[in-house]
């Protein structure tokens, strides 16, 4: 129990940063726009692992109808601050991606995010692929399930370990680390260093899936999308081995 309530805590701390080392960009609203529906209505989003609700504020003042779930309490009340009047058609709930199927509407949206490796913490090949179909079974015929994360194909992660690209603002640094564990997992460390010299460890040694391109393939196949199309970032510029990113966009 001491160990989870640590995790709650650094967690709370990590809020007061998360927008800095995960600002949304020109290049996202742009990506974002593109993914609405050229019809009448609003269109459905759903962002898995919303964090402080950055995106999702965004896509609700745009004319979007945005739902956004996230495992870490304090993301959910971080987000649901960020509304500017409780007529936005944007609302948050605290609720772990394993759960998504369980309580929000089969078939009623048309766009399912899961952005910043969120998608890696599912930590396990058979609740990856559960991911997978419960965005399958959400998603309207037509409606696209879009993945962000690290390519994980251009690194070689043994039990020596590997730094992940570094993510930093002007107050603070995001190291990332993996490693493989005796046991044959994956596990992944992070820690934040602040301007004023502080360290605060976010993750320490929490269990990940290392999803690559390859696997997301097959996956999105077996789940029942009809196509996927894999770019290096928002700009939609081709894919290529040595990539940072992996954007995965899924087709019903």
Not at 119 to 138: N, P, Q, V
Not at 199 to 217: A, K, M, R
């Amino acid at each position: 129990m001491g160990f989870i309530l640590k995790i709650m805590d650094n967690i709370k701390k990590f809020v007061e940063y998360y927008d800095e080392l995960f600002p949304l960009t020109d290049e996202q609203k742009v990506f974002l726009k593109s993914l609405q529906r050229n019809s009448t209505g609003p269109t459905r989003f759903l962002h898995v692992g919303c964090g402080t609700g950055t995106h999702a504020q965004y896509l609700a003042e745009i004319g979007s109808d945005v739902t956004g779930i996230d495992q870490h309490q304090d993301f959910v009340e971080s987000a649901s601050l960020r509304k500017k009047t409780q007529l936005q058609s944007v609302r948050y709930f605290y609720l772990p991606p394993i759960d998504m199927a369980r309580f929000l509407g089969k078939g009623f949206y048309d766009v399912i995010l899961s952005l910043n490796n969120q998608i890696i913490f599912m930590h396990d090949e058979t609740l990856i692929k559960k991911m997978f179909y419960d965005a399958h079974t959400l998603l309207k015929q037509g409606g696209k399930f879009v993945l962000n994360l690290t390519n994980f194909s251009k690194y070689s992660i043994s039990d020596d370990g590997v730094d992940l690209p570094l993510k930093e603002s002007i107050r603070s640094k995001l190291k990332t680390s993996a490693k493989q564990a005796s046991n044959g997992s994956y596990v992944l460390s992070q820690k934040l260093e602040t301007s004023s010299g502080k360290y605060l460890n976010i993750f320490d040694n929490t269990e990940i899936y290392p999803l690559t391109v390859t696997e997301i393939c097959d996956i999105a196949k077996n789940s029942g999308f009809s196509s996927v199309k894999f770019y290096e970032n928002y700009t939609l510029a081709p894919w290529q081995n040595n990539s940072q990113d992996v954007l995965a966009v899924m087709e019903c």
